[in-house]
């Protein structure tokens, strides 16, 4: 990924003035690491350094990130928990802690938009 789009992401430290704010200016790539050669980010507000990956269903994950996208793909459509192991060959503890994991993230990122979105007045019921 190139280095201009990191005003997709925020500062992961709680303590930091810019924690969860996008597009300040306050990232930048300061190494890669690990067989995928992720990117590490620091944040010049706090000094902070952490993955590009940190906060997401991916971070930390031992599959390679093609197979929980796959298994969070799966889901999506509509498989079960049981199929979905089966289909991309993963145990069923797996697809659920996954899950949960992207269950979390997608609240958090609902929550983050619908803070910024507009108010309308709602419409009357018919």
């Known amino acids: ?10 500062c992961q430290n709680t303590d930091c003035p810019q924690h969860g ?11 890669h690491f690990g067989k995928g050669r992720h990117r590490l980010l620091y944040c010049k507000a706090c000094k902070a350094r952490f993955s590009e990956f940190k ?3 991916l971070f930390n994950s ?4 093609d ?19 089966r289909l991309v060959g993963v145990n069923k503890d797996t697809v659920t ?19 910024f979105s507009p108010r309308y007045p709602r419409s009357p019921v018919r």
């Open 21 to 31: 704010q996008r597009g300040r200016g306050n990232l930048s790539v300061c190494s």
């Open 1 to 10: 990924m190139p280095t201009d789009d990191l005003a997709r992401f925020c």
């Open 55 to 57: 906060g997401t269903p």
């Open 97 to 115: 802690r996954l899950a949960l994991l992207a269950g979390e993230h997608a609240r958090a990122t609902h929550d983050e938009l619908v803070a």
């Open 67 to 85: 197979k929980v996208l796959a298994i969070l793909e799966h889901l999506a459509e509509g498989c079960g928990v049981r199929q979905t192991a």
């Open 62 to 65: 031992k599959l390679p990130h």
